[in-house]
Nanobody, 120 residues
């Protein structure tokens, strides 16, 4: 599975961005978004099962970020609203043929990352 994340950029605090992840295939893969801020470890942001019926969001983004997917278009999305300075990070999409997971170890395939910078 090849993944290509895009949509990052500069946004003001309180603003919105939508990240996209184009996949060579999405069929039966659960998908996730992770992020890595400067000097910090990569952390879980959100995940969605293969059908889109089940999602998980980290406490830090719940109510502000929404993960979704379009299997027909082979696309994964992360709608980010009410952005905060602490959302600044490189965001990665990932895929797994296994169960939905909050752990990096649960994912076999990774995109290259897209940088999100939130300014005041």
């Amino acid at each position: 599975v090849q993944l290509q994340a895009s949509g990052g950029g500069l946004a003001q605090a309180g603003g919105s961005l939508r990240l996209s992840c184009a996949a060579s295939t999405l069929n039966l893969y659960d998908m996730g978004w992770f992020r890595q801020a400067p000097g910090k470890e990569r952390e879980f942001v959100a995940a969605i099962n293969w059908s889109g019926a089940s999602t998980m969001h980290a406490d830090s983004v719940r109510g502000r970020f929404t993960i979704s997917r379009d299997n027909a278009k082979k696309m994964l999305y992360l709608q980010m609203n009410s952005l905060k300075l602490e959302d600044t990070a490189v965001y990665y999409c990932a895929a797994t043929p296994s169960s939905l997971s909050r752990s990096m170890r649960g994912y076999d395939y990774w995109g290259q990352g897209t940088l999100v910078t939130v300014s005041s």
